[in-house]
């Protein structure tokens, strides 16, 4: 969720005031979540061609990215005010009682509340903060609006578990850096929206036919999905710092320069590997979905830009484990 000091400082547009985020709402559009992809007419083992018209579909002026329920997008907002209460932010939410519902649910977990009883939004910002409860608000959202395609149930699935999990995972990294823990969750969270985005777009051009097979276009998804998600944040008016993050997060360098926050994405996507979160096309296909983990070369790499002793990255590991049992029913 966007957290109130994005990044290493607060989130601010021209003049210093709070950034405002705006995105399309509901489906009053009739092209909402849409973008036509045009493989009829090239083959889909071209793995250029479809990159090329995947990127073409998602940066078209008339794409519409799957967007976020209103009162996401107000909590959002609230959330970057320095000034906002607890009853301003339950008075949002008490306008959808099925995301209240699912707040509250994820509340109670052991991920956040432990033995926590909550049983209300008040409650729920009081025990956890108001930062953790639009982190649960923007994880509800997504799964109820953006991680959804039926033609690509399994996929979508994996994809919603992997990015839960890499949420968690950043933010478990974060204690062990400067960096921030609630910007971290929020980019793990969102990191691979664009594999979302391409997959539903492929599955638009079909109508009324099935689209084309997954395995067949997961590579060419897997070869563009960094610049579909960072093309979807700018798209949904997000704060640049955010897409940066979700433009590289496979890369410890952007422009050149070390990015801690990629680079704390990159470490916890290859972590939920390790826990059997890697995100794969179907359940028993992780193997050949693309997705690897990162080389021991690679991971030292990306430990030195982070600033991480051996004993650190013996604490994440025993942090990472533990987080697998509160995750393995989520």
Sequence with gaps: MVAVGFGP???KCVGGRPMSITMHQGRQNPSYGRGVVDVGSIDLLDEQAVKVRLLEAIRAPSYQPPTLPAVAIEVLNLSQQPKVSFADV?????????????????????LFAGKQKVTSIHQAMVRLGLRTVRDLVVQVALQAKVFRCKPYAPAMESLRRHST???HLARIITKYTSFDAEFAFLCGLLHDVGVAGCLLALAEHAKPGPPPPIEEAWPSVMAVHEQASELMAQNWALPPDVS???GAHHKVLVGGYPHPMAATILMADDLSRDLGFGLTYAPD????????GLEPVRRQEVAKQ???SEQQLELIAADTAALGDMLADM
């Design 90 to 110: 339950g008075k949002v939410l008490e306008r959808d009682g099925m995301m209240t519902g699912q707040v509250l649910k994820l509340a109670q977990s052991p």
């Design 285 to 292: 296909q992780e193997a050949s979905s693309g997705q690897v």
């Design 306 to 308: 982070l600033g991480l």
């Design 9 to 11: 400082g607060n989130l």
């Design 165 to 167: 999990a890499v949420g």
């Design 244 to 246: 940066i993050v979700l």
